[in-house]
């Protein structure tokens, strides 16, 4: 008799060849990205709206979603404008047109606006004053509240105002972009002419929200508008409003400049300048007055959107940064430190653990200072080691790392850095990470022509014996301290030779533009990646066909190439289970008849951000899993030097599996992708992959501790 897997995969077989075979390319089976992308803020907002989450997490969901939709518009809508301008008529996958896409972006930002505004407005903000932190208008206020208003206006807000009249002489102000105004119409008595003035509102040396009294804040705009007599002395102010602008904030930077970062630096400056793809204006402002703006920027009306509240609500970071108020916030989480990592003293010996085997880690739950900054900081105290490399697309001011790095090559060592310059909103940083690395006399490096590096690694070059020894930290995120407390992310330690090789000839590829003719285990884009993860899911297809248990397993943050998942459809209509955890994009559908009924796409948005990429091929006993810092998507595959390594650690393999399966299970953050494209929130809340994952790190540090603490007899 048939074993029941050989029956099954019989009757797959047989029920895909008799249904017709569906058009793969077909522009139905794809989502658009820009919509998708909407889709994964309006998740963001959805936390925002939900009354289980504590109050002050709601109000810096609301900051998050204007924050990441300025971002998109900066970049995504602008180059979209951009493709319009040119007459290009470039169709995606999906088959819309940057026009249609632009209209239906319009149509849906406008919709998730309105919901934004009634949450803060509504929702939000008067529960926050019910619970001791009121932010309101200078209409509400007192007399004692609104001489203290006027009071901070004279004494700290007016000196640093500059208004801007427009009229002969004096042309339309720049506006700079993400700025917010006041747009003022005031009128001579003396003359009887009218003109037009923009005051800048200053958040960049003034709060965005001024504390009047305990507990209470006005917003700045607010308490400039309340004084404009002052401010235009002897004229008569007819009428006001906010308005905000977003430009285009994307650049391309030629590979073939001489001086890769004096060219960055000169495009940066230009950034400001950038054409303007979005004119937020207060509901409030008279038609003549939104008339004038639009003339003066030069937008169109699809390009507006009118506001009924508080313009840029990502200055609500500043309420959510109060002091106190504990009870209105998710339970604090310090990373742990366990296993070969944790140390009474902080100071875990890192390279001695990495020879013992392979470890995992995952943040921001373990530690990211006592297994990643360790390591590069006991590698630059230990004489032995020779060279220490890495790679550096994001990090942050406060990083240790970097200046690890000039602490090693002032020691004589060999200090290596990649330094992308171009990390889209991060040039400055690195720019001055780049130079003060090349003052120590470290190398440093920028990249292939045409490529930028996303690749997360790490080599350490250690004299052993006769010979040397190479220790190598592979991760799905940036070395970047500050957002290793706040995104999810593995990392693997590892000294495994084929491994640390094919890590060792990226970093000669990156900085000697040397060929290489391919690499034994890891998978390197542009070159090997994609046919290799093809291959990868050719041959958990076949293991199905074969009679094997057979299933796919993914996490990302986003899905866009065609041909992965064309693949993943392939998969589907073979009878081969595959499980998607996507946080953000997905241009695949989930659940079409005949095409990817086998697919489900769970996405997980909650207190951390889901960061790592990892990809699973289960066939039979064989487990395969990659982790590395390459989402599915063109710009990944095809312009980007990416890295992806397999975990061959049985424990590693298993604590990876284990955490795909929580996310998978989890119904109080994850919401399900429907064939219609839309996302339904889970509502069991029974399971959080979040709260699962720091108890079972904290459980794991406890034992670790107990066990240190337990006489060596006892054990």
């Known amino acids: 008799m048939k074993p029941t897997s050989d029956i099954l995969a019989t009757e797959a077989q047989a029920e895909a060849s008799e249904s017709p075979v569906p058009d793969l390319d077909s522009s139905e089976l794809y989502t658009n990205r820009e919509l998708s992308w909407l889709g994964f803020n309006e998740r963001v907002l959805e936390l925002a709206e939900d009354e289980r989450t504590p109050l002050l997490e709601r109000a810096k969901f609301l900051a998050i979603y204007t924050t990441n939709l300025d971002e998109f518009m900066m970049v995504r809508v602008a180059g979209l404008h951009d493709q319009v301008d040119a007459g290009i008529d470039a169709r995606k996958a999906d088959g819309l047109s940057p026009v249609q896409t632009i209209e239906r972006i319009a149509e849906a930002t406008r919709e998730l606006g309105r919901r934004q505004m009634r949450q803060w407005e509504d929702e939000v903000c008067p529960a926050l004053t019910e619970r001791g932190i009121r932010v309101t208008a200078c209409a509400d206020c007192g007399e004692e509240e609104l001489a203290e208003i006027d009071r901070i206006f004279h004494e700290q807000v007016f000196p640093v105002l500059t208004p801007l009249a427009v009229g002969p002489g004096r042309p339309f102000p720049y506006i700079s972009n993400l700025s917010l105004s006041l747009a003022v119409w005031v009128r001579d008595p003396v003359k009887d002419t009218e003109l037009f003035a923009r005051v800048k509102v200053p958040r960049e040396v003034l709060p965005r929200f001024i504390e009047i009294g305990e507990g209470t804040y006005v917003p700045l705009e607010a308490v400039i508008a309340r004084n404009l007599g002052t401010l235009f002395p002897g004229m008569e102010v007819r009428r006001h409003a906010a308005f905000r602008v977003t430009r285009d904030a994307d650049f391309d930077v030629s590979d073939e400049a001489d001086d890769l970062l004096r060219a960055v630096e000169q495009e940066l400056r230009q950034r400001r300048f950038g054409e303007v793809v979005r004119l937020e204006v207060g509901s409030e402002m008279d038609a003549d007055l939104r008339s004038f703006l639009i003339e003066q920027l030069r937008v169109e009306e699809n390009e507006v959107e009118d506001v009924d509240g508080l313009l840029d609500l990502s200055d609500l970071w500043e309420i959510c940064g109060i002091d106190g108020f504990q009870e209105l916030r998710e339970d604090p989480w310090k990373p742990v430190s366990a296993g070969p990592f944790a140390a009474d003293d902080g100071k875990p010996d890192v390279l001695t653990a990495m020879r013992a085997g392979d470890r995992l880690v995952h943040h921001p739950y373990d530690s990211f200072a006592s297994s990643v900054e360790r390591l590069v900081e006991q590698s630059v105290n230990d004489p032995d080691v020779l060279a220490i490399k890495m790679t550096v697309y994001r990090t942050s001011d406060d990083s240790e790392l970097v200046p690890l790095l000039i602490k090693a090559a002032e020691r004589g060592k060999q200090a290596v850095c ?4 171009k990390a889209r909103f991060d040039e400055r940083r690195n720019i001055n990470w780049a130079r003060a690395l090349e003052e120590a006399g470290a190398h440093v490096v920028h990249g292939l022509p045409g490529l930028k590096t996303h690749a997360k690694a790490l080599l350490v070059v250690r004299r ?9 930290h592979v991760g799905t995120g940036n070395y970047h301290a500050k957002t290793a407390r706040l995104y999810e992310d593995f990392g693997l330690f590892t000294t ?14 990156l900085t000697g533009a040397s060929r290489t003719p391919g690499y034994g285990k890891a998978l390197v884009a542009p070159e090997w990646m994609r046919d290799g993860l093809l291959r990868e899911i050719e041959e958990t297809v076949q293991a199905h066909r074969d009679g094997k248990e057979a299933r796919i397993v993914m996490k990302m943050n986003s899905l866009v190439d065609k041909r992965c998942i064309r693949a993943l459809y392939e998969a589907s209509r073979a009878g081969v289970r595959v499980d998607l955890n996507i946080r953000g994009i997905s241009c695949l559908r989930a659940g079409v008849p005949g095409v990817s ?9 909650g207190r951390f951000l889901e960061h790592c990429r990892a990809y699973g091929f289960l066939r039979g006993d064989e487990r395969r899993w990659f982790i590395g810092s390459a989402d599915l998507m063109p710009r990944n595959l095809d312009t980007r030097m990416e890295l992806l390594i397999p975990v061959e650690d049985p424990a590693a393999r298993g604590e990876i599996e284990d955490t795909l399966e929580r996310c998978l299970a989890d119904d109080t953050f994850a919401w399900d992708l429907l064939p219609d494209d839309s996302w339904e929130r889970r509502t069991g809340a029974s399971r959080s992959v979040h709260r699962e994952l720091m108890e079972r790190a904290s459980e794991r540090a406890a034992r670790d501790r107990a066990t240190a603490e337990t006489p060596a007899a006892e054990r």
Do not use: C
């Open 496 to 509: 495994n030779r084929q491994i640390t090789s094919d890590v060792a000839a990226l970093f000669n590829a």
């Open 418 to 421: 990649l330094v992308e310059l």
């Open 464 to 472: 052993e014996g006769n010979g040397v020894r190479h220790y190598v």
């Open 597 to 605: 009924e086998n697919i489900r796409v769970v996405s997980v948005v």
